[in-house]
Structures are given as C-alpha cells and as structure tokens.
C-alpha cells in the first residue's frame, strides 16, 4: 500500500525523519503539522457544508 518509496508522502517523511530527531527536528515536525492542517481543514469545510446544508440544523 502506499507510493513507491521517491514519491514524498507525509508518513514516510515523519518515518524517516524520526533518526533525525535531536538535530533537525523540523524533518518529522513540519510533514506533522501538515498533516494536523489538513485535517483541522477537511474538518472545518465538513462542519461548514453541514451547516449549509442540513435543513434540520438550526444554531
């Protein structure tokens, strides 16, 4: 499962980045907050098209 190991994928640069850890923290932490964005994202837009539209949601 998953791309072939060139193609950059945010699991396998938080992977690889874990030997990394003391000197260049930012290897594994960046691809993580990344990760955090983009589903802090994908859950906001879910919570806006359901208020937009469910009819029987009412604030």
Same mark, same amino acid.
């Given at each position: 499962l998953g791309?072939q190991p060139?193609a950059p994928?945010?699991g396998?640069?938080? #992977?690889s980045?874990?030997?990394?850890?003391?000197? !260049?923290?930012?290897?594994?932490?960046? +691809?993580?907050l %990344?990760i955090?964005?983009? #589903?802090?994202a994908?859950?906001?837009?879910?919570d !806006?098209l359901?208020?937009?539209?469910d +009819?029987r949601? %009412?604030?």
């Amino acid at each position: 499962l998953g791309a072939q190991p060139p193609a950059p994928e945010w699991g396998a640069m938080i #992977s690889s980045g874990r030997k990394f850890m003391l000197d !260049a923290w930012w290897v594994s932490v960046m +691809p993580g907050l %990344a990760i955090l964005a983009t #589903s802090l994202a994908f859950n906001l837009l879910g919570d !806006a098209l359901r208020d937009v539209l469910d +009819p029987r949601h %009412a604030r």
